[in-house]
C-alpha cells in the first residue's frame, strides 16, 4: 500500500527468497560461488550453514536458477521432515523417474539408471535440501547411501543440505561420522554488519525503483543494525513495518521514531551499541576462492587501515555505500553463470 507513496514500483521488503533482490556481499559471493564450484568439481555433499534469516533459501533459489538455465536437473525439497518412504516419492518424481513399484530396491535400481542415462546426456542431478537441521536420523542414512551411487570417477548425484548452526552440531555426532567424512564444501552465512546492511538496503530499495536509497538515513540505518543484529528477514520486517508507519505518517524519509515504534510493534529488542574497538572488521578477502574475481579493497570505503578510521586515527563514518565495489558483486552473477558453463 505504501509503494505508490514512495515512488516504489514494488515491495523492497517482501520475505519471499526473491533471487531478483538478492544483494551479492562479499559474503554472499563466497558461499555461493562455494556452491558453484562444488557442484562443478562433483565432491558429493555440500553443506550451507547460516543463522535462521541470514539468507539460505534466497541464495539457493539463485543457485537453482544458474543450474537449470544450464541444463541441470535439480529437485528442491524445503520440508525434510519426511518418512523414508516419502522421501523416496519426492526423489522419483522431482527427477521424473517412472517407476509404479513401491520396493525401495526397485526405487533405487530405477533412480540410479535415470541419474547415470541424465549425466551421460550431459544433465547432471543436483539434489537441495533446505532446513537441513530437522532431517530425521533415517533420512541423514538415506542420503548418505544415495551418496553411494557414482561411476569409478565422479557422483552420479549431487547433494547440498542447507540449515541453521544445528547442522554442523548434528553432522557433528559419533553415530554420524560416515556422512561427515563425505563433506566435500562447507560454506556459512553471517549476520550482516554495517557496511553490508547499507548495501544491502540500497540493493533493496532501488531493485524497488527508486534511483537512490533515501528512504533510511544512515543513523536510522545503525538502528536498524542495532535492532535486527544484521539478520536478513528481520531487517525486511522492520523495514516494512517503518515504511507503513511513515506512510500513516506521510513522512518520506523514515526517522528514528519511526523505526522505535516498528520495533516496538514487532518486539524487537535493541541491542547495545558496541564499543569501538569491537565493531565488525571488513568483509575477508575473497582472493582464496578459486577463479572468483578480485573486488575493490574494502578498505577503501572503510579507511586505510580497515577499521574506519583515518591517517589521523579519527573514526571516519561514510555516507553513502561503495557503490563500485557493490556494482561489481552484483555484475558477478554472470561470473558464476560462466563458471558453471566452462565446468559443466
Known sequence: MYQGFYNLKENPFRLNPDPAFICMTTQHQEALSGLVYSICTHPGLTVLVGEAGTGKTTLLYTLLGLLEKRNFITALCTNPTLSREEFYDLLLLKFGVDCASTLKSRQLAALEAALTRNLQNGR??????DEAQRLPAELLEEIRLLLNLE???????????????E???LLGRSELRQLKQRVGCICRL???????????????????????QNLFPDAVIQLIHNYTKGIPRLVNSLCNAALQTGF????????????????????????ADPPEAELPPPAASVEEIPFLPVLPDPAAATGAN???????????????????????????LSFFASLVERWR
Not at 548425484?157 to 548452526?165: H, K, N, R, S
Not at 500513516?248 to 541491542?271: C, M, V
Not at 580497515?306 to 555484475?331: C, D, F, I, M
Open 124 to 129: 547432471p542431478c543436483v539434489l537441495i535440501i
Open 151 to 165: 561411476t569409478p570417477k565422479e557422483k552420479l548425484l549431487e547433494i547440498i543440505i542447507a540449515g541453521q548452526p
Open 167 to 169: 547442522l554442523s552440531e
Open 190 to 212: 553471517q549476520p550482516l554488519n554495517l557496511q553490508e546492511l547499507k548495501e544491502y538496503l540500497h540493493h533493496r530499495v532501488t531493485t524497488a525503483g527508486l534511483p537512490e
Open 248 to 271: 500513516a505518517l506521510q513522512q518520506r524519509t523514515i526517522t528514528a521514531e519511526i523505526l522505535e515504534e516498528a520495533a516496538r510493534d514487532l518486539d524487537l529488542k535493541k541491542a
Open 306 to 332: 580497515g577499521k574506519g578510521l583515518n591517517g589521523n586515527g579519527n573514526r571516519t563514518t561514510p555516507s553513502r555505500v561503495p557503490l563500485e565495489s557493490y556494482a561489481s558483486r552484483q555484475k558477478s
